[in-house]
């Protein structure tokens, strides 16, 4: 068993924290207030080369994989949770086209995703859905070599910030009702972003529908096979939302215990500093044993995705034991400041707010617990390991 990166990883991860502390820090103040994505943030990480990190190389990316992506992610949410989300976001989109886009929209689209001159959502949840995909209702009708999309998807990530965007719609509404993959752009018109919402947290990354009205998208905007859609979304779920998620929830918990040990090292009480005291002690342990735990569970679901191997239930658990244990984490270090923690002039309020949004995003943690429990049941049925 191998526990040290590669230095590859470790050297990605340098850059990515250095840019993080030196670009983006300096911008979260703004974001708080505005709620608006650093565009220029977006494109300065595309040249950068975050944007294409786990694309192969064939396709003009770096092919490092998931585990690098994960630990790009966890750099950025260590410093904003919100732009940690659009990124992560995007490498979803950006794997979509990959997976499943038409030589000709991979050679279209590929390129100014990769350079962060675009940005792409993924368009999967709807009012009639959300955990239940298949009451979605957002439905594309063949006319010719075009299929028109009519429909309104909701709580889509860079929403108001995306050119372009995955869309999954019902191609068939037989009973065994049908789901097929769109690449769809906003240059095909009928396709614009809708309400914007208003979030607890994640300021900075946009959240807000994207409304369909007889939009013409050509055939060869199709993802994948007609039929195949909500496969393919689960796919990218797994190995690019949950898991994204998981490490969102990794650099919270970093930031927050960076936070309480700063904290705990300069408040003084009773004429010492308060980490003398044991009840912060055990918080503080508390929180290093579950950003511990966190860290092994994401990072081997990487490494299995890395193998090419299935990994759903890895990702589930690693999805909602870690989102919860920045929950946890966020709330023990704003507990450790007392009133300090409170305040919105030190950043752990800010971690606490944006870790609530991680239980739903990407399949609620309900549903991550049933793919992990009948997972685990099964193998325990048939005595697979
Ligand atoms: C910050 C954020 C970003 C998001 N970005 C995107 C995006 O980019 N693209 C996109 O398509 N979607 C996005 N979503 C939507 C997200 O995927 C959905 O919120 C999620 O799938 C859950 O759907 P819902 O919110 O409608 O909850 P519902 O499905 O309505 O669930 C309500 C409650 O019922 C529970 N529940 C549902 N089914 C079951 C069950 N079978 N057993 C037990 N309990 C159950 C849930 O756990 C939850 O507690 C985003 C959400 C958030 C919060």
Known sequence: MEFALSTDLELLKKSVREFAQLELAPRVEEMEKTDRTPMDLVRKMGGL????????????GAGMGNLARMLLVEELARVSAAIAMSVQCAHFGIASVCDGGSPAVRDKYLP???SGEMICAVGITESAGGSDPTGNTTEAVENGDHFLLSGRKCF?????????AMIVAKTKDTPQKEFTA????????????????????FHGCTTGEL????????????????GQGLQLALKGITEFGRTGIAAMSLGLIQASLDAAVKFANERVLYGKPIGALQSIQFKIAEIHADLEASRLLAYRAAWLIDRGRRADAEVAAAKFYCSEAALRCTRKAMEIMGAYGCIKEFPVERYC???????????????????????????GKTGRK
């Open 49 to 60: 080369g975050f944007l294409g990190v786990a694309v192969p190389r064939d396709l003009g």
């Open 182 to 201: 769109f690449l769809v752009d906003r240059q095909f018109g009928g396709f614009k972003p809708g309400r914007l919402e208003k979030k607890i947290g």
């Open 211 to 226: 409304i369909l009205e007889s939009c013409r998208v050509p055939r060869e905007y199709m993802l994948g096979r007609e």
């Open 353 to 379: 707010r944006d870790a609530q949004l991680l239980v739903p995003a990407d399949g609620t943690n309900d549903i991550m617990r049933i793919i992990a429990g009948r997972a685990a049941i099964s193998a």
């Open 156 to 164: 889509i990530s860079n929403s108001h910030v995306s050119e372009i």
């Open 112 to 114: 100014p995703l990769i």
